[in-house]
């Protein structure tokens, strides 16, 4: 009787603690339940918020695109009138406007500023653009074309360039220009950029010498013996040797030995630009005296 007894106790016990124990895993599987339902309430709200303010954002740009069609684009207060055409070079208004498309009649709205900007500004004698509206019916149109400031002579080509390098179309007017001779220049045609180092500090003394007045060049030789310097022939007379290491310094040097030179009423064969400290100078030899 004892051990059926102590056996029913300790059955008893064992059910309690299995209930007890069901109850706990219960508890914890509706929490997690509850958990996993709270996230995805949250993502939905995100979610719905998200496609909420991307229709809003939809919505904007579409008010926008009609309102600048109402308001602007179809209005006939901005229909265009003949365009503001001006260049500072050779380049045409009329050539402008054939280019563009940009004819009287039209929605000022209607033209696109960057895609006239552009095309442009693929044109190789082009150097700046500015582009308006000017309301409410005249389009406005500033072009700055580039100027040639040397004629680049190679083995089979002889182009004008510009103070950057850029190959333009030849002109008329060019062969009034100093002669940049020697270099390397292969295939280039008008739109292309020089690559060649002497070639561009080349240009820069021509430059330099125009626009401070320091002297006047008529070719500049570049040999492919000497990297170092270029060799300047002035309308003067003189050959002048430049290093290319500081320029606008050794042409400073160049135009205060002239000056002193013409104070001394004397001339030079050759000026050596070419040394840090020194200008040394080749005088011209005064011609023989003739003896009765």
């Not at 045409?92 to 500023?113: D, I, M, T, Y």
């Not at 080349?202 to 000497?226: G, I, M, P, S």
């Not at 170092?228 to 007379?237: F, P, R, T, W």
């Amino acid at each position: 009787m004892w051990f059926r007894e102590g056996d029913g106790k300790t059955g008893r016990r064992s059910n309690r603690r299995k209930q007890a124990a069901g109850g706990h895993i219960l508890q914890v599987d509706a929490r997690s339940q509850e958990k996993k339902q709270a996230r995805v309430r949250w993502v939905s709200a995100v979610v719905a918020l998200l496609i909420a303010v991307g229709g809003c954002v939809l919505a904007g740009i579409r008010g926008a695109d009609w309102i600048r069609y109402e308001l602007f684009a179809s209005n006939p207060l901005f229909t265009m009138r003949e365009p503001d055409i001006r260049t500072d070079g050779t380049l045409k208004p009329q050539e402008v406007r054939e280019l563009c498309h940009l004819n009287a009649g039209g929605n000022l709205f209607a033209v696109s500023l960057t895609k006239i900007h552009d095309e442009l500004m693929l044109l190789p004698g082009v150097r700046t653009v500015e582009i308006r509206r000017q309301l409410p019916d005249t389009l406005v149109v500033r072009i700055g074309e580039r100027v040639p400031v040397a004629l680049l002579v190679t083995d089979r080509l002889s182009l004008p360039v510009d103070r950057d390098g850029i190959v333009l179309a030849p002109r008329a007017a060019v062969t009034r220009l100093p002669v940049i001779v020697g270099g390397s220049a292969p295939g280039l045609k008008p739109g292309q950029q020089v690559t060649d180092a002497k070639i561009l500090d080349a240009l820069t003394a021509l430059d330099l010498c125009e626009t401070q007045h320091l002297c006047e060049v008529l070719r500049v030789q570049l040999k492919a013996t000497d990297t170092e310097n270029l060799e300047l022939h002035l309308a003067s007379g003189e050959e002048v040797a430049l290093a290319r290491l500081d320029l606008a310094g050794h042409l400073r040097d160049l135009a205060a030995t002239k000056k002193s030179l013409a104070e001394r009423r004397q001339t030079a064969r050759f000026i050596d630009c070419s040394l840090k400290n020194s200008v040394p100078v080749q005088l011209t030899l005064p011609p023989p005296l003739l003896v009765p």
